[in-house]
């Protein structure tokens, strides 16, 4: 494969086009093909080949300028490796950013092109990026426009949403792989002291997570990252009942989710008192026994790295007893 004629459209793109794109208003429609997880072999002097979602396409082997479209599956976990992108996408919502999981201190520096459902391609155009990182349930239709700024990789989320298998995908697309692989066993290695610090508690103890938001109740699902963090301490805890199952559920019946340990995750940053004052809630026994805890949908919100190791913070701080 000629490399050079490869990278041509990236860096020699005439200055009339550009101001042209950044108006360009074309939806491109694509016929889906499977995501492979694992990177090509087929390599030239300055670009590899890695497979995606929608088939091929050749990469910087050392990309300088990155940026990243979700904060949560895309940011976090190439900051784990290491790597600080130029870029970045995060949410909006009435007016507040967020970017769950992360800190300020960790996105200083990364210029915020905008909210990851309508990124703005002209930031992204002036940031000169050799390498964008794209989710497919937000930029699957503007992924044509992408690719005419830089090469660009759309990784696709799935409903099982496991955080290490997307991890180490986005670790391969670096060629780091065995940073990857420290970064999680330093995660084991806190999920065991934590084990070791609750004892036969581990054993005793049952949890449950519910979220309120946008004044709807749900639970976890299996998908869910607290769960998968559950699910590695060998933690009992209620999720939905299915993968397809969303999780939401009336206050009538939250009787469901009446656990040892309760966490509340607080999307509408509604004051404590609003939820044990409801006469439903207050009956459940984790609230009785002041086991219910208001956590930081920032915070319990990641979906990388380092947000899950935000969430470990938390639950060194609760699930002991006598917390």
Same mark, same amino acid.
């Given at each position: 494969?000629?490399?050079?004629m490869?990278?041509?459209?990236?860096?020699?793109?005439?200055?009339?086009?550009?101001?042209?794109?950044?108006?360009?208003?074309?939806?491109?429609c694509?016929?889906?093909?499977?995501?492979?997880?694992?990177?090509?072999?087929?390599?030239?002097?300055?670009?590899?080949?890695?497979?995606?979602?929608?088939?091929?396409?050749?990469? =910087?082997?050392?990309?300088?300028?990155?940026?990243?479209?979700? =904060?949560?599956?895309?940011?976090?976990?190439?900051?784990?490796?290491g790597?600080?992108?130029?870029?970045?996408?995060?949410?909006?919502?009435?007016?507040?950013?967020?970017?769950?999981?992360?800190?300020? #201190?960790?996105?200083?520096?990364?210029?915020?092109v905008?909210?990851?459902?309508?990124?703005?391609?002209?930031?992204?155009?002036?940031?000169?990026? #050799?390498?964008?990182?794209?989710?497919?349930?937000?930029q699957?239709?503007?992924?044509?426009?992408?690719?005419?700024?830089?090469?660009?990789?759309?990784?696709?989320?799935?409903?099982?949403?496991?955080?290490?298998?997307?991890?180490?995908?986005?670790?391969?697309?670096?060629?780091?792989?065995?940073?990857?692989?420290?970064?999680?066993?330093?995660?084991?290695? *806190?999920?065991?002291?934590?084990?070791? *610090?609750?004892?036969?508690?581990?054993?005793?103890?049952?949890?449950?997570?519910?979220?309120?938001?946008?004044?709807v109740?749900?639970?976890?699902?299996?998908?869910?990252?607290c769960?998968?963090?559950?699910?590695?301490?060998?933690?009992?805890?209620?999720?939905?009942?299915?993968?397809?199952?969303s999780g939401?559920?009336?206050?009538?019946?939250?009787?469901?989710? #009446?656990?040892?340990?309760?966490?509340?995750?607080?999307?509408?940053?509604?004051?404590?008192?609003?939820?044990?004052?409801? =006469?439903?809630?207050?009956?459940?026994?984790?609230?009785?026994?002041?086991?219910?805890?208001?956590?930081?949908?920032?915070?319990?919100?990641?979906?990388?790295p380092?947000g899950?190791?935000?969430?470990?913070?938390?639950?060194?701080k609760?699930?002991?007893?006598?917390?």
């Amino acid at each position: 494969m000629n490399s050079v004629m490869m990278n041509q459209p990236y860096r020699l793109i005439k200055p009339f086009l550009l101001m042209a794109f950044s108006f360009l208003l074309i939806t491109a429609c694509y016929t889906p093909v499977t995501q492979k997880t694992d990177i090509s072999l087929a390599t030239s002097s300055e670009c590899r080949v890695v497979q995606h979602k929608l088939g091929e396409i050749c990469i =910087p082997i050392r990309p300088q300028r990155i940026i990243t479209l979700n =904060p949560r599956y895309l940011t976090d976990p190439v900051l784990a490796l290491g790597i600080k992108p130029v870029g970045m996408a995060t949410y909006n919502e009435l007016g507040i950013t967020s970017f769950p999981g992360l800190s300020a #201190d960790e996105v200083a520096g990364i210029e915020n092109v905008g909210d990851a459902s309508q990124p703005s391609l002209e930031k992204i155009l002036l940031l000169k990026p #050799d390498l964008i990182l794209a989710l497919d349930i937000y930029q699957e239709t503007i992924y044509k426009q992408l690719t005419a700024i830089a090469p660009t990789v759309l990784v696709q989320y799935n409903r099982k949403n496991l955080f290490k298998e997307n991890f180490r995908y986005i670790a391969q697309l670096f060629g780091q792989e065995k940073k990857a692989e420290e970064v999680l066993t330093q995660y084991q290695n *806190r999920i065991e002291k934590l084990k070791e *610090r609750l004892g036969k508690q581990l054993q005793e103890i049952e949890i449950s997570v519910i979220f309120y938001y946008h004044g709807v109740f749900s639970t976890a699902t299996t998908g869910s990252t607290c769960s998968q963090i559950f699910a590695d301490m060998g933690l009992r805890h209620k999720t939905a009942t299915s993968l397809s199952d969303s999780g939401t559920f009336s206050i009538e019946a939250i009787s469901k989710y #009446d656990t040892d340990i309760l966490f509340i995750y607080n999307g509408d940053n509604k004051p404590s008192s609003f939820y044990v004052q409801n =006469p439903l809630i207050a009956l459940l026994k984790a609230v009785q026994n002041k086991r219910a805890y208001m956590v930081d949908p920032t915070i319990w919100g990641g979906n990388g790295p380092l947000g899950v190791n935000k969430i470990l913070d938390d639950l060194f701080k609760y699930l002991p007893k006598g917390a």
